[in-house]
C-alpha cells in the first residue's frame, strides 16, 4: 500500500521560498498524475498544481503561477514543489495526492484517491 508522506515546510517571511517534497513509500507512482492542494484555516482545500506521471505536462492555479513550479523524479519517488515569492495569503497546510486514475494532469480533488497528511507552511508578513 503506497503512503505519501510530506515534508520541507515551516516558517518563512514574505517574499523568500521553500520547497516542500513528497514520498511515496510502500510501492510506486510512477504510472500516477500528482497533485498539491492546500487548505487555509476557515478555508476550502483548494488545488495548486498537477504533474503528469512523465513530468511532461503540469498545470497551475492561477493563484500561484508564475511562482511555484511542480516537479517529480520517479527514481526516488517524490515530487516535489518548489515556492518562490511567497506570500501571507500562501499561508496553509499544503498536501501532495496521488491519482490512480489517470496518468495525464489533474486538477480536480476527487480524481485523487491517495492523500498525504500535510505539512504546514506559514508565510509572516
Known amino acids: 500500500q503506497v503512503q505519501l508522506v510530506e515534508s520541507g515546510g515551516g516558517l518563512v517571511q514574505a517574499g523568500g521560498s521553500l520547497r516542500v517534497s513528497c514520498l511515496a513509500s510502500?510501492?510506486?507512482?510512477?504510472?500516477?498524475?500528482l497533485g498539491w492542494f492546500r487548505q487555509a484555516p476557515g478555508r476550502e482545500r483548494e488545488f495548486v498544481a498537477t504533474?503528469?506521471?512523465?513530468?511532461?505536462?503540469?498545470y497551475y492555479a492561477d493563484s500561484v503561477k508564475g511562482r511555484f513550479t511542480i516537479s517529480r523524479d520517479n527514481t526516488k519517488n517524490t515530487v516535489y514543489l518548489q515556492m518562490n515569492g511567497l506570500k501571507p495569503d500562501d499561508t496553509a497546510i499544503y498536501y501532495c495526492?496521488?491519482?490512480?486514475?489517470?496518468?495525464?494532469?489533474?486538477?480536480?480533488?476527487?480524481?485523487?484517491?491517495?492523500w498525504g497528511q500535510g505539512t504546514k507552511v506559514t508565510v509572516s508578513s
Open positions: 495526492a496521488l491519482s490512480r486514475a489517470t496518468s495525464m494532469i489533474a486538477h480536480r480533488d476527487w480524481m485523487y484517491d491517495l
Open positions: 510502500g510501492g510506486t507512482f510512477s504510472d500516477s498524475a
Open positions: 504533474i503528469s506521471r512523465d513530468g511532461g505536462a503540469t
